[in-house]
């Protein structure tokens, strides 16, 4: 900026990833300090690293599209059909018609290689078809993704109505734990653990790693944010906005097709059931890291922490006493309205430059 | 009269899905309409028949639809928690039942009519996010999306409670005497409500205006934050209608099965039905077909010997179908084709005048 640096004003995205950042360590230290016990070990943030690796990824795919100013609802059904047709591949073949099975080599690592390619083939099918159908045929994504959840929850079941579940020799092989030197806690015999991860969460973070680096530093992230912040004004910048926007929801598939292995080797099942409802997880993961559905505001790093949140009010809802099944989902829906109001407000307060109250609060 | 036709050209996509799904279903069984009169277990006639029970399946689906095509015109948005407010709704009128020591008509009604309140309040609260927060409607309202459910659960106790009356059964099935099943009647009336509301008072007007330009709205006095809440507590009344009829249907109250995933059915009724999923202007008729439209689509399927579980991936296909038709481009490219049709003839006719 003329050479020299100015002091601007912090951005929107910034402003509300931030806060997350800030209530996140904030509702993690006073677990720490409260609650005790299980948080004060490192392993308790592993764990939810591992347990949710794969919402990390969907996450991040909500996050690139919903900065595109559109919306993806079929990312969980998307990691689900992955995983079921993934397990069916380690288990030697997947049934195509009623009696056709269509059969997969003997090698384990050559199985292994299918199912990568399998989930990826279904991630690029998915997002080829969506995007072109999103971007090129200006039909609402919204109702376009809706039919890809359905259709890919039903594919489940036409593969598999029981559920699967993959050779234990070859789990062994993709859950293997990556141990962390320092990170250990002594168990009740005095022993120490050494604190560890998931392969999934290397990928999942890996995957943060570079989708931040491609909404930061390429042309292609940054005309997403243009094509979210105003379209108008991006397609006279001399953005292609159909291909961004085909693209966002190629990548956004991409991603959840990603996420299925990930999930694969996280649970060794398929199951119709699978990742249910994690579409609004992630719809809720990337909304708490700050991210805004209008579009052109939000960033990856804020999705990770909300992901860490979620999970965290979860763990703390759990560990506190509430044993009744119906107490997570409810703090989780009440702590979801207090950050959406939280963020209502400040980004108003920053509008008008001064915060005011609702008209009928006053 | 071209002008007439373009008023009604957006019905044109859930017409032309019902027509095609008639036609498949007499082709494949020419029976498959045929309605006959059957005496229940009660011994009542009553109608029985594919077409009676898609009308009466649809039902909860009509219902939740206009109340959705309501608000998607007013706040440019859609609401995903209607599945989770009904349950709940479905909830308080189980509790209020089982309080009492019998289910008689008093019982009956003063359920209705709390589940009714109880169900505005959460719209209410639904609207007041959306109206004066500025908060994106699908965003609002996954926060009782999230939690809808489990308060149900909360507000039974953790149990799933039957009920055994006649009442329940009257309303959930046939009044005896009346051959047509209640959920049919409940529907015509709901639409009877609607119809003479906008009618009578300026709301599809106003919700449309502040749909379009919220500010131009307030400019000629439309107070469009009571516009968006009115429409949500609409929608409210609509969702503790569509609890109840499905759980007089059923007779018990599950909250985690209730009316799952209808609210993606009722923004897909508003959608196939023509209206814009981004506001504005708004044809309730549209999104009524619609909803027929899906309940006809799964039954034939359901007819078809398609597992119920199954279903979900054949009706993706059809919805994707039916939206790339209705499509902008798509439309565009077919008007092109029509009118460069209509120039050549009209030059073909006008070369024959100058010969």
């Known amino acids: ?362 | 009269m071209a002008k007439k036709l373009s008023n009604y050209s957006q019905l044109l996509i859930p017409l032309i899905a019902i027509l095609l799904l008639i036609l498949f279903n007499l082709i494949r069984d020419p029976e498959f309409f045929s309605v006959g009169i059957a005496a229940n277990n009660n011994g009542f006639p009553v109608l029985q028949g594919n077409l009676i029970s898609i009308l009466n399946g649809a039902s909860e689906l009509v219902i939740l639809s206009m109340g959705m095509t309501l608000v998607t015109a007013a706040s440019g948005g859609q609401d995903i928690s209607v599945g989770a407010l009904a349950a709940i709704a479905g909830s308080v009128f189980v509790k209020v039942l089982k309080s009492g020591s019998s289910i008689n008509g008093g019982t009956v009604i003063a359920g209705f009519i709390l589940c009714c309140i109880v169900a505005m309040i959460f719209g209410s609260a639904n609207g007041t996010l959306v109206a004066c927060f500025k908060i994106q409607p699908m965003i609002a309202t996954l926060i009782l999306f999230t939690c809808g459910r489990s308060i149900a659960y909360w507000i039974n106790g953790g149990a799933t409670p039957t009920l055994e009356s006649p009442i329940i059964t009257a309303i959930g099935s046939f009044i005896p005497g009346i051959p047509v099943p209640t959920p049919i009647l409940i529907v015509i009336v709901t639409g009877i409500v609607f119809a003479l509301v906008f009618r009578f008072t300026n709301l599809g007007l106003y919700v449309q205006t502040v749909g379009i330009n919220q500010g131009a709205a307030r400019l000629n006095g439309i107070n469009h934050i009571w516009i968006k809440l009115l429409a949500f507590i609409i929608l409210g009344a609509c969702c503790s209608v569509a609890g109840m009829i499905n759980v007089c249907r059923l007779s018990l109250i599950n909250h985690e099965t209730i009316l799952i995933n209808i609210e993606m059915d009722a923004i897909l009724a508003v959608a196939i039905g023509g209206n814009s999923l981004g506001g504005g202007k708004f044809r309730m008729i549209g999104s009524v077909l619609g909803a027929y439209a899906i309940q006809m689509l799964t039954i034939t399927l359901y007819a078809m010997k398609v597992s119920s579980t199954d279903v979900k991936a054949y009706k993706a296909i059809v919805i994707i179908i039916l939206v790339v038709m209705g499509s902008p481009v798509v439309k565009e490219a077919v008007g092109n084709f029509w009118n460069k049709r209509i120039k050549r003839n009209h030059a073909a006719v006008g070369k024959g005048a100058e010969s």
């Open chain 1, 1 to 362: 900026m003329n050479g020299k640096r100015q002091r601007e004003p912090i951005s929107d995205t910034m402003l509300l990833m931030s806060i997350t950042i800030g209530i996140f360590v904030v509702m993690y230290a006073l677990a720490m300090i409260i609650l005790g016990g299980g948080f004060r070990k490192p392993q308790m943030l592993f764990d939810m690293l591992n347990d949710n690796a794969f919402l990390l990824i969907i996450a991040c795919s909500l996050t690139i599209v919903m900065i595109t100013g559109s919306i993806d609802i079929s990312v969980g059904s998307v990691t689900a059909l992955v995983t079921m047709v993934g397990v069916m591949i380690l288990n030697g073949g997947l049934p195509l018609f009623e009696n056709i099975r269509l059969k997969i080599g003997a090698g384990e690592h050559f199985r292994i290689f299918m199912a990568v390619i399998a989930a990826l083939v279904i991630g690029l099918l998915y997002g080829l078809v969506q995007g072109y159908l999103i971007a090129y045929l200006q039909i609402q994504p919204f109702i376009i993704t809706l039919a890809g959840l359905f259709f890919g929850r039903g594919m489940i079941t036409i593969i598999s109505v029981d559920p699967q579940k993959a050779p234990q020799d070859l789990m062994d092989i993709l859950q293997t734990r990556i141990n962390i030197p320092f990170l250990g806690s002594p168990n009740k015999k005095g022993v120490m653990i050494p604190a560890h991860i998931e392969i999934g969460v290397v990928i999942a973070l890996v995957l943060v790693v570079l989708v931040f680096v491609l909404l930061r530093y390429f042309k292609l992230g940054r005309s997403f944010y243009a094509v979210g912040g105003n379209q108008q004004s991006a397609l006279m910048l001399g953005v292609n906005v159909r291909r961004t926007r085909f693209l966002a929801h190629l990548l956004s598939s991409l991603l959840a097709g990603v996420a299925g292995l990930v999930f694969m080797m996280h649970v060794g099942a398929g199951n119709a059931t699978n990742a249910n409802a994690s579409e609004m997880n992630a719809i809720a993961s990337s909304i708490i890291g700050g991210t805004l559905l209008t579009g052109g505001v939000g960033n990856v790093i804020g999705t990770f922490f909300g992901v860490l949140t979620l999970t965290t009010i979860k763990a703390i809802v759990v560990t506190s006493g509430l044993r009744d099944p119906w107490w997570q989902s409810i703090t989780t829906g009440v702590m979801l309205c207090f950050f959406i109001i939280l963020q209502s407000i400040v980004l108003s307060r920053r509008g008008r430059g001064g915060f005011r109250l609702p008209q009928w609060l006053k």
